[in-house]
Antibody, heavy 122, light 111 residues
Framework: QVQLQESGPGLVKPSETLSLTCDVSGYSIRDGYYWGWIRQPPGKGLEWIGSIYHSGSTYYNPSLKSRVTLSVDTSKNQFSMKLTSVTAADTAVYYC???????????????WGQGTLVTVSS | QSALTQPAFVSGSPGQSITISCTGTSSDIGAYNYVSWFQQHPGKAPKLIISDVTNRPSGISNRFSGSKSGNTASLTISGLQAEDEGDYYCSSYTSSISLVVFGGGTKLTVL
């Protein structure tokens, strides 16, 4: 069974960097698919942040591209996200998921982490 | 404002069928069969229920079905059950700079 688990601080100060890691079990990132992040502000809809392949190939939401960096560590079977210069608008539940980029038949986020709430506040 | 347009609210009685629409453009839904649907219950992660416009992942009830016509995709839930109550989101690939877009979500109430 594929499982994903987000980890990282729940509170980040404005202008600082938000860092999250997603640990994957039950599937090797090296075996394929795009992995990535989707966020959901409280009471609002879903927003795609970006996706990364095990090779390091990335795609980013252009509205966040200047502030976000995804990375992958296949030896630990995990991938990570950094979002710089955060503001209150970045307060959201952050989900990591498998198949977060539409690339080939059957592409759609099929396994999700439980989500982690990140609040941006001083 | 979301790139894909969904009705904010939909309701139906147990046993009935309902349809949720998701309207995009010729750059996303109209151009690709990369349309997916997600169900989300309060406090839970979204759950994939439809991929590639019409495909149900393993374990998803056949009461859920997807379709597409032009720039609009639709999710139909037949034989409505109380457990179907929740939020539903559509998503698509887009050839615009955005790459991956979501609808604003539809809240389904089972009366």
């Amino acid at each position: 069974q594929v499982q994903l688990q987000e980890s990282g601080p729940g509170l980040v100060k404005p202008s600082e960097t938000l860092s999250l890691t997603c640990d994957v079990s039950g599937y090797s990132i090296r075996d394929g698919y795009y992995w990535g992040w989707i966020r959901q502000p409280p009471g609002k809809g879903l927003e795609w942040i970006g996706s990364i392949y095990h090779s390091g190939s990335t795609y980013y939401n252009p509205s966040l591209k200047s502030r976000v960096t995804l990375s992958v560590d296949t030896s630990k079977n995990q991938f990570s996200m950094k979002l710089t210069s955060v503001t209150a608008a970045d307060t959201a539940v952050y989900y990591c998921a498998r198949r977060t980029f539409y690339y080939g038949s059957g592409s759609a986020p099929d396994y999700w982490g439980q989500g982690t709430l990140v609040t941006v506040s001083s | 404002q979301s790139a894909l347009t969904q009705p904010a609210f939909v309701s139906g009685s147990p046993g009935q069928s309902i349809t949720i629409s998701c309207t995009g453009t010729s750059s996303d839904i109209g151009a690709y069969n990369y349309v997916s649907w997600f169900q989300q219950h309060p406090g839970k992660a979204p759950k994939l229920i439809i991929s590639d416009v019409t495909n149900r992942p393993s374990g998803i009830s056949n009461r859920f079905s997807g379709s597409k016509s032009g720039n609009t995709a639709s999710l139909t839930i037949s034989g409505l059950q109380a457990e179907d109550e929740g939020d539903y989101y559509c998503s698509s690939y887009t050839s615009s700079i955005s790459l991956v877009v979501f609808g604003g979500g539809t809240k389904l109430t089972v009366l």
